[in-house]
């Protein structure tokens, strides 16, 4: 019902900077919260930082400071970005939203996700 999708991985260089991008469509009646997870080989999927409907932000203590969460309402949209990388930022990173599709319905989704590699 709800389609994540995400641009703006790539290869940068320790200290660069890159900027996340997911677009949510579909037929949504509301968003109430979106975030970023990552995933590196062989480790577990963490949360980066997410915001929520009140606009209330949080962050994994690894990126504090370094990286910024932020939505477009008008374009359904969620963006990290990632300034100071380090090579341990390394992952693939995915989008997560959950909302309403109807007044009474829930719903989560997943984007395919997007890898950002930082080299040393």
């Known amino acids: 019902q709800v389609q994540l999708v995400e641009s703006g991985g790539g290869l940068v260089q320790a200290g660069e900077s890159l900027r996340l991008s997911c677009a949510a469509s579909g037929t949504i009646f509301s968003i109430d919260a979106m975030g970023w997870f990552r995933q590196a080989p062989g480790k577990q999927r963490e949360l980066v930082a997410h915001i929520i409907s009140d606009g209330i932000t949080d962050y994994a203590d690894t990126v504090k400071g370094r990286f910024t969460i932020s939505r477009d309402n008008a374009k359904n949209t969620v963006y990290l970005q990632m300034n100071s990388l380090k090579p341990e930022d390394t992952a693939v990173y995915y989008c997560?939203?959950?909302?309403?599709?109807?007044?009474?319905?829930?719903?989560?989704?997943w984007g395919q996700g997007t890898q950002v590699t930082v080299s040393s």
């Open positions: 997560n939203a959950r909302g309403r599709l109807t007044a009474g319905r829930s719903f989560g989704s």
